[in-house]
């Protein structure tokens, strides 16, 4: 019993020992882990499209489109309206999906150059249009097989202003049947912007890949939004000689 009591009050003695310490562990535990969240290495990126932009997408989705130009007008207003907007850069894209039998198109997905404003260099309106409409397809490629299992779906990109090195590569890779350009590269770089190695041998191989490739359709309208952003907006990736 004597020990048994000596044991009791040698335990009572230690017991604050162990709370303290318990205490310090945790608080050094909480130590590390704040430490360590703070820096976390990012492990998701954010693609999304502006609110206006979200808030007119079911007025654009329930139109049916015969025309290039109709088309066309979806994405230069895209470019306008994230220009007046102060969402991104003066560049924007939609993609179509047009009836092989019909020839009317409907709207699969559209995007803007977000680059800025989402702290992302490959945000630019083709990228974010492509994305946006194969997360839709859940498909990594839009060169898809249609229901009656012989003929391909037709997905068509049309853009505000002949891609830049990245977007076309990605305009390659995507799966589209068809490319339509509003302004030309030249517009887009008597701005400032750098639009980087595309030459036209780098249609030709879209155009080898089996991609229609469609220039200058309302060419003038879409240069003048890029015209007037140039004037005061931000040309974040400048090419040297500007």
Known sequence: MTFL???ATSNNRLLPLFIVGAVGAAGLCTFIKKRNDSHDIPHRVEISLPDWARKELQEFASRE???DE???ELAVHLSARNVAENTGGPFGCAIFERDIKSGIAKLVSIGVNRVVSLSNSTLHGETVAIQLAQSRLQSFTMNIIHED???TRKFELFTSCEPCAMCLGATLWSGVSRIVC???KSDAEAIGFNEGPVFE???EHLREAGIEVKKEVLQKEAAFVLKEY????LIYNASESN
């Open 230 to 233: 140039g004037a005061s907006g």
């Open 5 to 7: 009591a000596s044991s």
């Open 70 to 72: 109709e088309m066309m």
């Open 65 to 67: 489109y015969k025309t």
């Open 182 to 184: 509003a302004a030309t």
């Open 201 to 203: 041998a780098s249609y």
């Open 149 to 151: 299992g012989e003929s």
